[in-house]
Nanobody
Framework: QVQLVESGGGLVQAGGSLRLSCTATGSIFSRNAMGWYCQAPGKQRELVAAITTGGSTNYADSVKGRFNISRDNAKNTVYLQMNSLKPEDTAAYYC?????????WGQGTQVTVSS
């Protein structure tokens, strides 16, 4: 059973930074792609950033140049560095792991950006 545990959310002023972490249990971490999704109230969950097993990355247009996704396979952890945060970044952020070994979600962590 794979579990994903997120941390690092919180309240920050506009222009500030946060770093989200997602640590996975189990042995499949390095063999799955990883990503961060966000879901604001009343909206659908959408992809923010993703990273493949080989380290290739993909970002939503709204966060390009501000957010950076990275992974540390030795620590079974994926990170999302969030800079120049805007009020519209306010959402619950979810970590996801997917690949031939299955698809898994974390429980989410709240990010609130005040203006």
């Amino acid at each position: 059973q794979v579990q994903l545990v997120e941390s690092g959310g919180g309240l920050v002023q506009a222009g500030g930074s946060l770093r989200l972490s997602c640590t996975a249990t189990g042995s499949i971490f390095s063999r799955n792609a990883m990503g961060w999704y966000c879901q604001a109230p009343g909206k659908q969950r959408e992809l923010v950033a993703a990273i493949t097993t080989g380290g290739s990355t993909n970002y939503a247009d709204s966060v390009k140049g501000r957010f950076n996704i990275s992974r540390d396979n030795a620590k079974n952890t994926v990170y999302l560095q969030m800079n120049s945060l805007k009020p519209e970044d306010t959402a619950a952020y979810y970590c996801k792991s997917w690949g031939v070994y299955g698809s898994y979600w974390g429980q989410g962590t709240q990010v609130t950006v005040s203006s």
